[in-house]
């Protein structure tokens, strides 16, 4: 990677990276990565039969995330410089001092290396020491009384050097990653395979709500078929969550407009991107009461009347004639 990287620079100061743009959420077309890309052959044995193909390599530059790390990196030398500083507070009472320089030296490292900042600060301290004569024993001191001598050593942090040069170079790494495909370019270009996994996360945050929201693991069951048939089951519940979710942004983006009173700890709130799980929140409250006879011939059917809100969600669904169909059912 170290090598991808510094061949990456080298093409972005000759131009010749390939510069991808997309549309952000404000609908403003912004420089999303620069990437260049090769190819490589790979062969793997397997059962002694050997299997090879042809990938591409698609090594790509992120400003932005570039911009979050080097963010990052000044958060921690800050935080580092400041933990350092107070290792030697001033002589004072109630200050405690570090009289041992192996001590001193290994807290400096145990700050450095926790805040991932290795070889970027250099750090001075000097041994200072105070030292007093004092008679030996009790009573007043004379001409021909022995004296004793007292060194009192502490050790003092004097400067806190960042290395510009070194930081800078750690800079330059910032925001690379390599991505792989056996897709050839004529399936999918370079452009369409890095834009495709900017939104890797819908994918990932889908099997997300899978194993938090309906529970895949653990399975309480024994025997295969029970295994397949409820995971088949909860699959069938993430895809209606899903779609749920998108048929509402879809209509919601396409009005230009957005739904309120679905964040209860801000009613004044509205978003254009609701949660499947906010969305059925809001009739989490509905109740269909059935009245019957002892024959169980129905008397009475009702609803309690549409908020706002929920009026909007179920247009947009396109099942505002379902609700009223509960209505009439038999």
């Known amino acids: 990677m170290p090598e991808w990287i510094k061949n990456g620079l080298d093409k972005d100061r000759t131009g010749e990276l390939t510069p991808i743009f997309r549309d952000n959420d404000r609908n403003q077309t912004v420089l999303a990565a620069c990437a260049y890309e090769f190819e490589r052959k790979q062969s793997v044995s397997v059962e002694d039969e050997e299997i090879s193909w042809q990938e591409r390599v698609l090594v790509v ?157 653990p399975l309480f069951v024994k025997r295969d078929e029970q295994i397949e048939g409820m995971t088949y089951l909860l699959m069938l519940g993430v895809r209606v969550l899903t779609l749920l979710e998108f048929v509402v942004r879809r209509s919601l983006q396409a009005d230009n407009a957005k739904l309120p009173g679905l964040h209860p700890e801000n009613q004044k709130k509205e978003t254009d991107k609701p949660t499947a799980e906010r969305i059925l929140k809001t009739f989490s409250g509905m109740t269909l009461t059935i009245i019957q006879d002892s024959s169980g011939q129905e008397l009475l059917r009702h609803l309690p009347a549409l908020s706002v809100v929920q009026q909007a969600i179920l247009d947009r669904l396109g099942l505002e004639q379902v609700y009223a169909q509960l209505l009439n059912s038999r």
């Open 61 to 217: 530059c992120s400003p932005a995330h570039a911009e979050q790390q080097a963010k990052g990196l000044e958060q921690r030398l800050k935080t580092a410089q400041e933990k350092i500083a107070v290792l030697t507070p001033p002589v004072g009472r109630g200050k405690r001092q570090i009289t041992d320089e192996g001590t001193l030296k290994t807290r400096i490292e145990q700050i450095i290396k926790a805040q991932r900042v290795e070889g970027l600060l250099h750090v001075e301290y000097e041994r200072q020491c105070e030292t007093r004569t004092r008679y030996v024993g009790k009573g007043r001191g004379s001409a021909n009384r022995e004296q004793r001598t007292e060194e009192k050593v502490r050790y003092q942090v004097n400067a806190i050097r960042r290395d510009e040069q070194a930081i800078e170079v750690s800079k330059q790494g910032f925001g690379w990653k390599a991505f792989v495909t056996n897709a050839p370019k004529a399936v999918l270009s370079l452009e369409d395979a890095i834009l495709c996994y900017r939104n890797e996360y819908r994918i990932e945050r889908i099997f997300n709500r899978l194993k938090s929201r309906l529970n895949i693991a």
